[in-house]
Every structure is written in C-alpha cells, then in structure tokens.
C-alpha cells in the first residue's frame, strides 16, 4: 500500500570528521524530492522557495526556542541557504511574502497527501477545526490529531472587518477544500467546538452526508419527545461518567435541525459536554466513540500553542498585507512542523524521553507524560549530544516519505500513557 517502516533502516554511523547532515546539499535535496511532487500544482518557483524557507525552519528549531523566543523575519533569512548577502536573503523572503501568484489557499491537497501518503487505506479521519489569532490576523486551523498534537491539513487567513463575504462563507470553502482533497476511500470525521454549532453549519455537513461532532452551546432550545427544553438544562441532568445518547433530536427553536445528541458529564472537566452528532448516526458513529473523539479536540489547543509559544510565531512583524503574508509563511512552517513532530514519535524520541522525562504523579488530561512529541523532536534536533544521529533519521524519514508514505502511515514507537 505504499506504507514504509519507520524504522526500516538504521541510522549510520557519522564520522568525525563527515559533514554534519544539516550542513551541505542532503536535507535541501532531500526535502524538495518530498515537496515538489507533494505540492506540484503550486508553480515552479514557489516549490523551490518552499524547500529553502522549510529548510530555515528545521535549522531555526536548533536554537531551542520557546517562552518569550520570539521568531522574526531577519531570523529566518539568515538561515536561508541561498547565495548572496544577508540582505539579499531578506529581500528574497519578502519577494516569496508577496508573491500574488501563490495563495496557500491551493496547498490543502499538499497537506493532506504529506499526512495521508499517496496510496492510504480506507479510513476515518478526525479533522479538528478551530481559529486562533496570531498578531492581528485570524487563522482558522484544520489539522488531524498525531500523537497528542495535530497535523496540519489546510488553514485560512484573514482580518476582520472582512472585505468581502462573510465568515461563515469563508469557512465552508475551507470545509468543502479539505474533504474535495480527501483520496478515495478516506472519510472525514469533523470535531469542532461550540463557536461552530449553528444551524447552517448543521444543515450543510447533513446535505453532504459527513460525520461531524459539534459541542452545543447551552443557550440552544432543542425538541425531544415533543418537549423543548436549553441544552443547558438536558446537560445539567447527566449522571458523572455515563455518556447519554438521546436520538430524534430537532435543534434549534427556528430552524429545527434533526440531530442525535450525545451528552457526557467528565468529573475532571468543569462543565459537561453536549455532542451534536448525525441524525441515526450510532451505527457509524458510535456514543463511547463520539465522547472519545471529541476528547481528542484539545489537541489543536496544544498545536496553538506550540506555534505561537514554544516555535514563537506570535513574534512575527508583518507590517502589511498581513494575512496573505502570513499564510505563505506558515505553509512552510507547517511543513516544517510536521517533520518535526514525525522525527519526536520516532524510536530517537523515545529513546529520549526514556532518558530525561519525569512522568506526573498523578495523570493530566489523562496522561502521565510531561513532555510532548514537539519537545522531544526539537530537542533531538537542537543538543550536540543527539543532534548527528537525529538529523540522519530525518533525511530517513524524508527518503520515506518520497516513496508516498504518509506520515500517519509509519509504524512508530509506543507512546507510554
């Protein structure tokens, strides 16, 4: 099926005194034969600007950013690796920043094929949706969940006031993007959070069939049986620990969606949950399956956080046309994150976390572990100790990933509870 091993070739030995792998030729060539294919309805140039500034970012992740580690452009530039002066690099990053010709908008089936591979099995595949902010400008942010993080898939940019249509237009492009990019036989599973859970959001995922689960807000009137109650009130009867499914729901006092309805009261959380799900949709879509999906939805919250903390994007100077410069600079930096994260789940991650973690006492969020797969692909990257071994297993995993493997398709290490 086009799948490879994670660990199908051990990494070889460095030399003392071979050039180090990130210095030379290897990761450029390595990377382009990953995203030029990946990414080839995008134009000639904007893939070779694609290798070099995704190239700048794995370098970048050698300085162990995070706090108050505030990207900027300047950085990024100096670690281009194009001839000329430093000033030479900056002007080319600006040049590739507002390059009208290139909207990341066309990059989504990229995404999707550097996650999925090129020949995935039948599947169902979560695809959370939420926005943040980053600067001034608004992204909203679809990714799969991987390993307590997500994996980007396609995202959208934008300011408010909007100039032209409206929000809610807006995100069902990028809806009706993500799932026209899906392959054959791949579903997708949609999870968003309550600021999505409008009755045309409803009715648009019924018409086209999709799975979807979308926590509802508590001030909804919904019908069951003939009666109508807030959802806030069906919510505040749910037993601890027992998830109740009720089925021939109408929400909305208005516009009387038909829905299944899946409540759940977690002791750890502060406020139960109300899943709006398909109508008779238990056979596709069962309740512990629905409870158990939706759990999964904090992990775009650890991905905001990881872009704009730990990788320190929030840190950009943009000081115009902000949301298209924006865009084309995180489709590089979300491939860039991708890599990072495959190269922390590898077995050179675990090996690292067995030597440095300190596991809780008592679990969070369900688990025990401190530290994720970003800090453990960073830190692989960025310490003398690790770092030729690690940047040798990631030239692996892009020679992989040349073949169509996709990166949920390796066969990675056990992630300890």
């Not at 070739?9 to 792998?21: C, E, K, Y």
């Not at 050698?62 to 900027?72: E, V």
């Not at 695809?127 to 980007?152: E, K, N, S």
Request: proline share 7%; net charge positive.
């Amino acid at each position: 099926m086009g799948r490879r091993p994670e660990t199908a070739a051990p990494p070889a030995p460095v030399a003392a005194n071979a050039p180090l792998p990130w210095e030379g030729p290897a990761l450029r060539e390595r990377l382009a034969g990953v995203i030029t294919p990946t990414f080839g309805p995008l134009r000639r140039s904007v893939r070779r600007n694609l290798v070099v500034l995704t190239e700048a970012f794995l370098l970048l992740v050698r300085g162990g950013r995070s706090g108050q580690g505030r990207l900027s452009l300047h950085a990024i530039a100096r670690q281009l690796g194009t001839p000329g002066r430093p000033q030479s690099r900056y002007k080319r990053l600006h040049r590739f920043l507002d390059c009208r010709r290139f909207d990341p908008a066309g990059a989504t089936r990229g995404l999707v094929q550097l996650a999925l591979g090129t020949r995935p099995a039948s599947r169902l595949l979560p695809v959370l949706g939420d926005q943040t902010t980053i600067g001034t400008v608004q992204v909203l942010h679809l990714g799969t969940p991987y390993r307590g993080r997500v994996l980007p898939l396609g995202f959208r940019t934008f300011s408010y006031p909007l100039t032209d249509g409206s929000q809610n237009q807006l995100e069902h492009v990028a809806f009706a993007d993500l799932a026209l990019s899906l392959p054959a036989g791949v579903r997708a599973l949609w999870i968003f959070d309550r600021g999505y859970a409008r009755s045309g959001l409803i009715r648009e995922l019924r018409r086209a069939a999709e799975l979807f689960i979308i926590r509802g807000r508590g001030n909804v009137t919904v019908t069951h049986g003939g009666r109508a109650r807030l959802l806030r009130q069906f919510a505040a009867d749910l037993p601890p620990g027992i998830a109740v499914r009720l089925t021939h729901v109408l929400y909305h006092r208005m516009h009387r969606q038909p829905v299944d309805l899946v409540g759940y009261r977690d002791p750890a959380f502060q406020e139960p949950w109300v899943l709006i799900l398909p109508p008779d949709s238990e056979a596709a879509l069962g309740t512990a399956e629905a409870v158990q999906a939706y759990r999964e939805r904090m992990q775009i919250e650890q991905g905001h956080r990881d872009w704009k903390t730990h990788l320190g994007v929030r840190g950009l100077q943009l000081k115009v046309r902000h949301p298209e410069r924006l865009a084309r600079l995180l489709l590089a930096f979300a491939i860039a994150y991708a890599l990072v994260l495959l190269l922390g789940a590898s077995q050179l991650g675990k090996a690292l976390r067995d030597q440095i973690e300190i596991r809780r006492a008592r679990p969070r969020h369900g688990t025990t572990r401190t530290l994720s797969i970003l800090t453990l692909g960073c830190a692989v990257l960025a310490t003398p100790r690790h770092a030729p071994r690690a940047w040798t297993k990631l030239l692996q995993l892009l020679a992989a990933l040349q073949t169509g493997a996709g990166i949920l398709s390796f066969r990675l290490a056990a992630q300890p509870p």
